[in-house]
């Protein structure tokens, strides 16, 4: 294999790393015995690889990952000047921020549930309630289950009630309302003495 | 076999880091910091301008690490963000005073002093007067070992940009040299 200028200048700086194979090493050096030109330029990349960077000193490869650590510190609180480390806490490390992301979604689902719960148990009561107040002797709404099955018919469909005391006069051709409309002053007075007396209420 | 362990491990530390584990992010910057350094020294030949710029390019790089998409090795990747903090900070260099500049230039002439080989310190000039790409290319490829592709994703152009780069890096330092008597 025979490599001209170009190849062997690109293959300098991996021959001074080591890390070319040993075919091409020998390759390369044996280019290098008969090329001036190219061995001036492995003289001037040695050179340059001879000349060491100043060691800033431990203090500064100690305190380096901190540093970094510290300035993005820094930089989140100061783009989120609510979000704070807190630290210490019952031996715990945990920051606001985290804190935040993590707890706050789930306290708005819990408050957006509630807000639903009492939202629609609100409105069930409420509709529940309004056809009361529009009809409250609806029969539809009223709860008879102190009456036995005998009352109901009596109180709700009785036609006899209905002639007795609503109708001027029934099919049978009497009328409560009639009896008591041609009593005289001194006889309603009589008949309410003797109603009290009997303390009998109502009618 | 080594440098896909060594990948990988990486790879798990910035899992880690992404994951919360601040550790993770401290093990990455010990483990990279003293070639980062070196790269960033040889780049702008000041002990606290690397200093300063290593810092900045391990914050660059834990704040951007998200970016990071496992395309080349986190080492590039870090290599990357190193040579464009230096960049930005050599480009907002050069907008400031006169003034300024010369305090900057009597300063790095003082470090150089202190190199006490005369040849170095003429071979560190020079570095200093090649172009930005020209000094990417021979740092990455010299002092860090790095092959042409991997020099070619750091510096963000093709393989035979960073050939020609390097090539002709090379030669305007072999031209600088001559100048100052230097036979090489």
Redesign the interface.
């Known amino acids: 294999m025979k490599f001209d200028h170009d190849v062997i200048r690109e293959l300098l700086p991996e021959y001074l790393k080591g890390a070319l194979s040993e075919e091409v090493r020998k390759e390369l050096e044996f280019h290098l015995n008969d090329c001036s030109a190219c061995r001036d330029e492995l003289s001037l990349l040695s050179e340059l690889i001879n000349i060491e960077a100043p060691d800033p000193g431990e203090l500064f490869w100690n305190t380096l990952p901190q540093k970094v650590r510290k300035a993005v510190d820094e930089e989140k609180a100061a783009r989120h000047p609510a979000v704070r480390k807190v630290s210490g806490l019952f031996g715990m490390n945990f920051s606001l921020r985290s804190l935040l992301y993590k707890q706050l979604p789930a306290a708005a689902v819990a408050a957006a549930l509630f807000f639903i719960v009492i939202t629609f148990t609100k409105k069930t009561e409420t509709n529940n309630l309004d056809p009361l107040f529009k009809d409250p002797l609806s029969t539809a709404l009223l709860e008879y289950d102190d009456l036995t099955e005998e009352d109901v018919p009596l109180i709700t469909e009785s036609s006899e009630v209905e002639e007795l005391y609503l109708n001027e006069e029934g099919s049978s051709g009497y009328s409560y309302y009639k009896e008591v409309a041609s009593l005289s002053p001194e006889e309603i007075n009589g008949f309410f003495k003797e109603l009290k007396r009997e303390q009998v209420k109502g009618g | 076999m080594r440098l896909n362990m060594q990948m990988d491990e990486d790879i798990e530390l910035v899992e880690s880091y992404l994951g ?1 584990s ?1 550790e993770a ?3 990455l ?2 483990k990279y ?2 070639p980062v ?2 790269f960033i ?2 780049m702008t030949n000041n ?1 606290e301008d ?2 300063d710029l ?2 900045k390019t ?2 660059n790089a ?2 951007g690490v998200k970016g990071f998409r496992r395309e080349s090795s986190f080492k590039t990747w870090l290599y990357r963000i190193a040579a464009n903090t230096c960049l930005n900070d050599v480009r907002s260099r050069r907008d400031e005073t006169v003034l300024e500049e010369s305090f900057a230039g009597n300063q790095r002439g003082a470090l150089s002093a ?2 006490e080989e005369e ?2 310190r003429h ?2 000039d020079g ?1 200093d007067k090649l172009s930005e790409r020209q000094r990417l290319a ?1 740092i990455l ?3 860090d ?1 790095l ?2 592709i991997e020099t070619a994703k750091v510096m963000g152009c093709s393989e035979g940009a960073v ?1 020609a780069h ?2 002709n890096g ?1 030669q305007r ?2 031209e600088i ?1 001559k100048e100052r008597g230097y ?2």
């Open positions: 919360g601040d992010m401290e093990r910057v010990m910091q003293k350094y070196a020294y040889r002990i690397a200093k290593t810092q391990f914050l834990v704040k202190l190199i040849k170095s071979i560190k570095i021979v490829r010299v002092y070992g092959s042409c050939k390097y090539h090379v330092l072999r040299l036979e090489v």
